[in-house]
């Protein structure tokens, strides 16, 4: 390792610390991009294993396995472990890694404070989860925690999970704001903002929607926590409150917080298939374009979600129409994809795979969210396995195949071996035909009326969970096989050169597999 | 760190401050917005001071009355007359019966709410049980009255009105605080929208 490490002005370490403190002290971006994804997959099997409960139960109609009570436990923490544990610290630690080294940067503009954003994280997750031993159980209010569920009928342990809530949005402002300084100040010569690379762009837009939503949602929970204990009326109708106005704030929050979740995987998207097509990407510019039009709309749509709760009929069309008009700007990316592969040498290498694999259920994911703007429409399908459904489609082969993509893809150059591409393959496919088990028939059950968060159903919904439950399990298995797979590369494995793949674009393929722990510390040349 | 960064960090720091506070300002932002597009049903919840609404060119609507009793709150609690058909531009007293059926003094306070919402902007209300909390003493009863009028420009689609109303326990809801809020003349010009439920 030392062999490659350059002379460093003022810094005088050479490499990394030994033992546990160099995980501890890090302010090395590398090292906090590697802690950010192990959090991140040690979160996704502990939310996959609270979903495998919640599918296990759902196997059959009747109550087979859990109380309720602790079924509604699981259907909270695994949307709260799912989203703010597995999908946003997994894009954290993609931008940590990248960021840096595809702007050409010696490291993140505030290390400092990437090392405490990073861990406040696990005392975040340890006060969440030991929820679940305390008296009245954890959370069971579900992830969008409403108010009154979340306040007057909420179990004791909601304080210690208003407390995660805000040290979490703490790290997701403070990464933000390093993501953004990094973007904005740390450029190499050269690199204008429109000849960016995609996943900067798109970490770039994510930073400013964290940075502008964050905050509403640590709002929402101080309100919250101040009706619960210190006697304030913000939900509470006997004192002036409204309820309704949290299921405002909440998803004035919730809905620029989906587009926090997808856009990163656009970009990631993005570089996967120019690279395995061997072609440049279509229409550059135009992605940035459509990236920023999607992250202005999210701000107008959030009522899109509560068309059930009670709204002037001005207000629905507006609201439909607005989330209607999200289609076109994701349309144009879905053709940007599309195009470039059009005519392009394609190979199908497992990051390949996974990114066609995500352009395609995505996209399926996309139609059905169409199908729930239309007001009329959402009036049927409003609470059901449908919306489940759609969600699902949109975040498990959405942006958890953009993140494996990610892995597959990087993972070369962060360890500096080759994955095994035949178990890399097998878990693609593995993956893919399991993920389309356990979500499309939901599409069914909920059209044919199946509500969402009941731990029972009617006998009629029997086979289609059955089928379900068996998707989920094989697909919780097949993650298994992804942790082997990383842990083999990490391990040994065929050395991987420079550049990695036959086309690929970008600084970080320039500098050598593994890195050096410190890149860039003279600024590269960018003349494309 | 240089400059360039420090001044990229402020801005940035402030923009998060900023919206933190937005999220308390949306509070009343949305009574505002409510009042000013008349959304959500919502009615105000003081006495009127319009003149001239009385006139005779008013036409027939029905107005429904409609009880709820919030959560565990123990009270009955009903409309003397369930429907009641009146004239638009003139004054109707309609009573609501309550009684305490516990063994302990209670505070309540009613909330309104109008069906459709549209017709909430022309219910106007010289008196309501609604604009003050009711204390009962244990098995007392008695008649709440709402003296109200539906003024001329009611939409023509309007021939029936729900007015529902809910009660809530308050009895242990910090009265110094409640009563406060009540009295002042401040908490009836901030909160001109009180919520539906």
Redesign the interface.
Known sequence: MSAVIESHEQDHHHGPRKGITRWLFTTNHKDIGTLYLWLSFAMFLIGGAMALVIRAELFEPGMQIVEPEFYNQMLTLHGLIMVFGAVMPAFVGLANWLVPMQVGAPDMALPRMNNLSFWILPFAFTVLLSTLFMEGGAPNFGWTFYAPLSTTYAPPSVTFFIFSIHILGASSIMGSINVIVTIMNLRAPGMTLMKMPLFVWSWLITAYLLLAVMPVLAGAVTMMLMDIHFGTSFFNAAGGGDPVLFQHIFWFFGHPEVYIMILPAFGITSHIIETFSRKQLFGHSSMVWAMTSIAILSFVVWAHHMFTVGMPLAAELFFMWATMLIAVPTGVKVFNWVATMFKGSISYETPMLFAIAFVVLFTIGGFSGLMLAITPADFQYHDTYFVVAHFHYVLVPGSIFAIMAAVYFWIPKWTGNMYDERLGQLHFWLSFISVNITFFPQHWVGLAGMPRRYPDYALQFADWNMVSTVGAFMFGASQILFLFIVLKTVMGGKKATAEVWESSRGLEWTVESPPPYHTFTTPPKVNQ | ??N??KK??KL??T??????I???A??PL?DVFCEV?G??GKIELKATTEKGLENQDGRDISIQFISHN??EMPWIFKPSEEKIKIKTGKYHTATFYVRNPTSKGMVA?A?PSVAP??AASHLKKLECFCFEQQELAPGEEALLPVKLIFDNDLPKSIKNVVLSY?I???TN??DA??NQ?QNSSDYQED?VM????
């Not at chain 2, 923009?15 to 933190?20: E, K, P, Q, R, S």
């Open positions: 760190m240089n360039k960064s990229t960090i940035l720091s923009v998060a401050l900023g919206m933190f937005f999220s308390f949306l509070v949305y597009t959304l959500n919030n959560e306070q909330i919402s549209n809910t809530f326990d308050v809801y910090k605080e409640m809020h909160h009180e919520p539906s439920i």
